[in-house]
């Protein structure tokens, strides 16, 4: 590391400093100023049909943003090369498609690294972990460095912070209230145009008559989000065009929920192997979780810290108007989360979904799982898996969970073993992605079905 551009020497304080070691520390490079109207914001790791909305919603606020192509085998390939080791798995697919994006730019469409650097930058969501999710935005640099890409500006927003956060104000790129709100309302309209997805494909009548509509919508949908015009009535277009697909509802279907890691459970590229569409194939009705039902989760962690904080001294609400604040922004961000839904859901047409009571899946969970423990789903997992159990609302749980990942393994393979025993009827699998074991991964999926199915 010490020939490292990055790593500045360091001068202990103190005796060794004295004695002249000059051991070397990691620092980070701060962004160079992004300048607004001139430069093509990147971002991604959501799923086609959602990146594409927020892309268009994003554009409706003057910048040229684009969306990244779904994380492939090799992205994961790429983020294991670049990357520290040791990290988890979405970790190298997400680093590894930011990498491999640039070289394409540079190689394929000849663009000099020094424009890429100047003319581009990447977007994306951060925090302070407790998992690797804190480690993300480091990945990116170290990555981006080694590939030859040294400079090239990341913009974090903090995943756990309200739509009034400052994040990235020193380096020219504001997170404002209104890029928040934009790209809250693309989340939420591409949520529920998935949901519909998944409900309605298993029983078409003419392969692929699905997709074709959700094609549609998506372009509706996304002229509307980029334009800037009434969305309610775009979507009631769409609504029309779903509605007009034909379907068999005559068979019933296995129905397959999936939870898990938030990245690897929402994904639909190889970073779980595609495993909404073999379900599919194999005949099932996938159940997912929306990212919306994510952020209610983020707002239920902040109004968690915030009450356990309330009890220390100096920091009560009339001591300290700072908790009274969070609290308020807290129940108007869940408000104003489920009033959206509830609006565009009506206008999607769509029925059989509501989104998670996420106080009631606390309460289930806490008997089990801490629910101070933080990083990937926590206790969420615990809560789904009984609630699902309680309701009978699906005939098997497939947890998803990435190679590396600390809070998946907790809970699917430590707590869930314990939660599953208690609730025997409803099947539950807990399957690890690593990248590069996906016969072993079909395989044992193929083994729970065939004893749903018979
Ligand atoms: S929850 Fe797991 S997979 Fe997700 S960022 Fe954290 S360590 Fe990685």
């Known amino acids: 590391m010490s020939g490292c551009p990055d790593c500045r020497p360091f001068r202990p304080d103190g005796i060794l400093g004295y004695l002249g070691r000059k051991p070397t520390q990691w620092r980070e490079n701060k962004n160079r100023p992004f300048e607004r109207g001139k430069t093509t914001i990147l971002f991604g790791g959501l799923t086609p049909l959602r990146d594409s909305l927020v892309m268009a919603a994003l554009r409706s606020l003057g910048e040229n943003f684009a969306a990244l192509p779904q994380p492939d085998l090799k992205a994961f390939q790429t983020g294991k090369a670049y990357g520290n080791r040791g990290q988890c798995n979405p970790t190298y697919f997400t680093v590894g498609n930011l990498v491999n994006h640039l070289v394409r730019l540079r190689d394929e469409e000849g663009i000099p690294t020094e424009r890429i650097l100047k003319e581009y930058c990447f977007v994306t969501a951060g925090g302070c972990g407790p998992c690797r999710f804190g480690m993300y935005v480091t990945e990116y640099r170290k990555a981006l460095r080694d590939a030859g890409f040294e400079g090239f500006r990341v913009f974090e927003f903090d995943h756990t912070g309200s739509i009034f956060q400052r994040s990235g104000e020193n380096e020219g790129f504001l997170f404002s209230p209104r890029f928040f709100l934009t790209l809250l309302r693309a989340i939420v309209v591409g949520d529920i145009l998935t949901l519909r997805g998944f409900q309605m494909r298993p029983y078409e009548t003419e392969k692929g008559s699905v997709d074709e509509a959700l094609r549609r919508c998506r372009a509706v949908a996304a002229e509307a989000l980029e334009s800037g015009g009434a969305l309610l009535p775009a979507l009631c277009r769409c609504r029309k065009i779903l509605d007009g697909v034909r379907l068999d509802g005559t068979k019933r279907r296995p129905r397959v929920m999936v939870i898990g890691e938030f990245w690897a459970a929402m994904t639909e590229g190889e970073g779980n192997y595609r495993l909404f569409r073999f379900l599919e194939e194999e005949g099932c009705e996938v159940m997912t979780q929306p990212v919306t039902a994510r952020l209610l989760v983020n707002i239920w962690e902040a109004k968690h810290e915030a009450?356990?904080?309330?009890?220390?001294?100096?920091?009560?609400?009339?001591?300290?108007?700072?908790?009274?604040?969070?609290?308020?922004?807290?129940?108007?961000?869940?408000?104003?989360?489920?009033?959206?839904?509830?609006?565009?859901?009506?206008?999607?047409?769509?029925?059989?979904?509501?989104?998670?009571?996420?106080?009631?899946?606390?309460?289930l969970a806490a008997p089990w799982y801490t629910l101070d423990a933080t990083g990937g789903e926590g206790h969420m997992e615990v809560g789904h898996f009984i609630e699902c159990a309680e309701k009978g609302c699906a005939d098997l749980v497939i947890s998803v969970k990435p190679f590396g990942c600390m809070p998946s393994s907790a809970v699917s393979d430590g707590i869930q073993s314990l939660?599953?025993?208690?609730?025997?009827?409803?099947?539950?699998?807990?399957?690890?992605?690593?990248?590069?074991?996906?016969?072993?991964f079909y395989s044992r999926i193929q083994m729970v079905l065939f004893k749903i199915k018979t």
């Not at 001294?313 to 989360?337: A, H, M, S, T």
């Not at 939660?419 to 072993?440: I, M, Q």
């Open 419 to 440: 939660v599953t025993a208690r609730y025997p009827n409803l099947p539950f699998l807990a399957v690890e992605t690593s990248g590069e074991g996906a016969v072993n």
């Open 307 to 363: 009450a356990k904080r309330s009890h220390l001294p100096g920091e009560g609400p009339f001591l300290d108007p700072e908790p009274l604040k969070r609290y308020l922004l807290n129940r108007l961000g869940r408000f104003g989360l489920k009033a959206q839904w509830s609006l565009y859901a009506a206008a999607l047409g769509l029925k059989g979904y509501r989104l998670p009571d996420v106080d009631r899946l606390a309460r």
